[in-house]
């Protein structure tokens, strides 16, 4: 951040297209990691609160 903000004169955009073309990708890929993880995620949890609704339901109908 130093050299960015206060050397910016002396950086080489070239250099900066190459760092940004071949670590982009690996980077987009770990976002929609985290992004599939976190919609798993969310649908498991989804389907627990589901499960323990239709269970208190089914135990209240059953044994009211």
Known sequence: ???ISHEYL???PEEIFK???VHL???LLAIQQIRNDIAASN????AF???IMQ???FRYHSHP
């Open 43 to 46: 649908e498991t949890f989804v």
């Open 55 to 57: 269970t208190v339901v």
């Open 10 to 12: 002396s950086i080489d």
């Open 25 to 27: 990708p690996g980077l």
């Open 19 to 21: 760092i940004v073309k």
């Open 49 to 51: 609160l589901f499960f």
């Open 1 to 3: 951040r130093n050299i």
